[in-house]
């Protein structure tokens, strides 16, 4: 079956070669867990491969995002300026109008670019703006649905805690996307160690066991180590 590589070292040997086409994965974990760096490194394969991608942010401010990733020598600029992938900064304030708009402007900007690599950061931000279940549910099915549709292969971004019950903010997404990855900032004692689970991925025999990780140039999964060293 044809994969998207993710470009996460250590994540294609976990799910088959990728993720299958066309799918919406949920990226959900706590504080400094590494969500956005995860995503940027999704969009960045992508590119030197020549598909294009787009992040929408309603966190951070284009400038802010850039700055953090500056320290993992991707030259996002460059890639902006070759139109391989854009950054768009969307205010919280806008959110609102975005979904009562049938996310138009997110759609819009998906078919200027031809982009088949799709971050939205995050989806909890959405979420805060629909009061109803059953309208969160039907508001994020309607952008899902668009954007496999369209052939884009997306990362929603969701805040979690630590050692989560749920793992969006209202406990829908997990049920209603293709695959869940949990990012994890572990302490024992004295001693933090992030690590990742694939929770969920339709139509993959995917490693279900939690891995540690490191964060150099980007993010390295190490699938064949324990977690603080254990065996």
């Known amino acids: ?56 942010t309603f966190e951070e401010e284009t400038h802010t995002l850039k700055d953090n ?6 030259n996002i600029d460059a890639l902006e300026e070759k139109k391989l992938i854009r950054i768009i900064h969307l205010a ?6 975005v979904v009562k708009s049938g996310y138009g402007e997110i759609i819009n900007l998906v078919k200027d670019l031809d982009a088949t690599r799709v971050v939205i950061d995050s989806v909890s931000s ?10 969160k549910r039907e508001s994020m099915l309607h952008l899902m649905t668009w954007l496999r549709k369209n052939g884009c292969t997306s990362l929603l971004v969701s805040e979690a805690e630590q050692h989560p019950s749920k793992y969006s903010r209202h406990g829908i997404v997990e049920f209603i996307v293709d695959g869940v990855i ?33 964060i150099s140039n980007g993010i390295e999964l190490l699938p064949r180590q324990k977690l603080f060293g254990d065996f």
Not at 92 to 97: A, G
Not at 126 to 135: A, K
């Open 126 to 135: 959405i979420e805060l703006m629909i009061e109803d279940d059953f309208r």
């Open 92 to 97: 919280p304030k806008d959110v609102m109008q």
């Open 1 to 56: 079956m044809e994969r998207v590589t993710t470009g996460i070292p250590g994540l294609d040997s976990m799910t088959e070669g990728g993720f299958k086409p066309n799918s919406n994965i949920l990226v959900t974990g706590g504080v400094g867990t590494g969500k956005s760096t995860f995503c940027m490194q999704y969009l960045i394969e992508g590119a030197s491969n020549g598909q294009k991608g787009i992040y929408v």
């Open 182 to 214: 949990v990012l994890y900032n572990l302490r024992r004692q004295m001693v933090r160690q992030r690590a990742l689970e694939i929770l969920k991925m339709r139509g993959t025999n995917h490693m279900s066991r939690i891995v540690p990780f490191i």
């Open 69 to 74: 990733m500056s320290r993992y020598n991707w």
